[in-house]
């Protein structure tokens, strides 16, 4: 399929509130999960040595999706995902560096290229030889596996046989981030704003006198206003959980190497799914548009109601989508 084929599944029904809107997608939805399902846990050791917290859920023998986490989250994130994932599939979740139990890198650890090599890592110790898996970002995530794509280009056929990018950007991380409506020409003072947002948020505990502004400030950013509170509670609680190093030292890699430039995704040969939300402050729609418009072999772009934790917010509508995506390499293989 051509980029200028690409059709938006989801939209029309979305903006109608029609089709993509279900039980379990909507404010009346239960709370999340209590617990995950049991795993078996694997240390992983990146290039430089950090640890790399990593978990395998479900079916042993199972075909292997591997799931990258956002910005101040971890495995917990996908909680909707590996519970329902794991009875077909077998799951591996790992927490980024400087983030849930995963190791805090030595100093000059963070970067884009650091976050490329611990997918790979991850991939390395996870996957049998000649194995191959879905391979799925949530934002933070998503720019990890596309910077793997640039960085290992010729172990994207050896190890990925399709990509999902969820609520995620390739590059101009902070120019068009929804913090409050700024006009054009005042789009400079927006980047500011999101450097500041970075040094206030991430480099130091949160006080405990702003600790309610924090939360209402993550909560706006991260998860769209139909989202059930649990959602909300949630991403607070992974952010507070969150090391200062990590939110600080991950924040910053991604601001100072994104800037202008977007990551080239020439290397990223296998078809890849994109999913974005019509309400994402962070990674605002346009962003998923670009990157679907941009891929050498697209799978299509879907768009969904809510904000950016789509995986959370429309975990009905995220899960259908990788169960068709690992449901069309088993259909490739037979063929």
Same mark, same amino acid.
């Given at each position: 399929?051509k980029?200028?084929?690409?059709?938006?599944?989801g939209?029309g029904?979305?903006?109608?509130?029609?089709?993509?809107?279900?039980?379990?997608?909507?404010?009346?939805?239960?709370?999340?999960?209590?617990?995950?399902?049991?795993?078996?846990?694997?240390?992983?050791?990146?290039?430089?040595?950090?640890?790399?917290?990593?978990?395998?859920?479900?079916?042993?023998?199972?075909?292997?999706i591997?799931?990258?986490?956002?910005?101040?989250?971890?495995?917990?994130?996908?909680?909707?995902?590996?519970?329902?994932?794991?009875?077909d599939?077998?799951?591996?979740?790992?927490?980024?560096?400087?983030?849930?139990?995963?190791?805090?890198?030595?100093?000059?650890?963070?970067?884009?290229?650091?976050?490329?090599?611990?997918?790979?890592?991850?991939?390395?110790?996870?996957?049998?030889?000649?194995?191959?898996?879905?391979?799925?970002?949530?934002?933070?995530?998503?720019?990890?596996?596309?910077?793997?794509?640039?960085?290992?280009?010729?172990?994207?056929?050896?190890?990925?046989?399709a990509?999902?990018?969820?609520?995620?950007?390739?590059?101009?991380?902070?120019?068009?981030?929804?913090?409050?409506?700024?006009? *054009?020409?005042?789009? %400079?003072? &927006?980047?500011?704003? @999101?450097? =500041? +947002? !970075?040094? /206030?948020? #991430?480099?130091?505990?949160?006080p405990?006198?702003?600790?309610?502004?924090?939360?209402?400030?993550?909560?706006?950013?991260?998860?769209?206003?139909?989202?059930?509170?649990?959602?909300?509670?949630?991403?607070?609680?992974?952010?507070? *959980?969150?090391?200062? %190093?990590? &939110?600080?030292?991950? @924040?910053? =890699? +991604? !601001?100072? /190497?994104? #800037?202008?430039?977007?990551?080239?995704?020439?290397?990223?040969?296998?078809?890849?799914?994109?999913?974005?939300?019509?309400?994402?402050?962070?990674?605002?729609?346009?962003?998923?548009?670009?990157?679907?418009?941009?891929?050498?072999?697209?799978?299509?772009l879907?768009?969904?109601?809510?904000?950016?934790?789509?995986?959370?917010?429309?975990?009905?509508?995220?899960?259908?989508?990788?169960?068709?995506?690992?449901?069309?390499?088993?259909?490739?293989?037979?063929?």
């Open positions: 399929m980029p200028d084929t690409l059709t938006e599944r939209i029904a979305a903006s109608k509130g029609a089709a993509m809107t279900s039980p379990q997608s909507t404010r009346g939805r239960s709370d999340l999960p209590v617990a995950l399902p049991p795993s078996r846990t694997i240390e992983v050791r990146s290039t430089d040595g950090t640890r790399l917290h990593t978990e395998v859920f479900g079916r042993e023998d199972g075909y292997p591997v799931l990258a986490h956002g910005i101040t989250c971890a495995i917990r994130a996908w909680t909707y995902q590996i519970a329902e994932l794991a009875q599939y077998r799951v591996i979740a790992f927490d980024h560096r400087g983030h849930g139990r995963s190791g805090i890198p030595r100093r000059g650890g963070y970067s884009l290229s650091h976050l490329a090599a611990d997918v790979d890592a991850v991939l390395e110790a996870t996957l049998a030889p000649g194995e191959r898996a879905v391979i799925a970002g949530h934002s933070m995530g998503g720019m990890a596996i596309a910077a793997w794509s640039d960085r290992y280009r010729h172990k994207v056929p050896a190890r990925a046989d990509v999902a990018l969820i609520n995620t950007t390739t590059g101009d991380l902070l120019r068009e981030v929804r913090l409050l409506p700024v006009p *054009a020409p005042l789009a %400079a003072a &927006r980047v500011l704003g @999101g450097r =500041a +947002l !970075v040094g /206030t948020f #991430g480099s130091f505990a949160v405990p006198m702003v600790r309610r502004v924090s939360r209402e400030m993550i909560s706006m950013l991260a998860v769209g206003s139909e989202a059930h509170h649990s959602v909300a509670a949630l991403i607070n609680e992974l952010f507070t *959980a969150t090391s200062p %190093a990590g &939110r600080g030292g991950c @924040g910053k =890699a +991604l !601001v100072d /190497t994104m #800037g202008r430039r977007h990551i080239n995704l020439t290397g990223l040969t296998v078809p890849t799914l994109v999913i974005g939300s019509e309400r994402d402050r962070l990674t605002p729609l346009i962003q998923s548009q670009r990157i679907a418009a941009a891929l050498p072999n697209p799978a299509g879907v768009v969904l109601p809510g904000g950016h934790c789509s995986m959370l917010e429309r975990p009905t509508e995220v899960n259908r989508e990788l169960h068709a995506l690992a449901g069309s390499v088993s259909l490739r293989r037979a063929l």
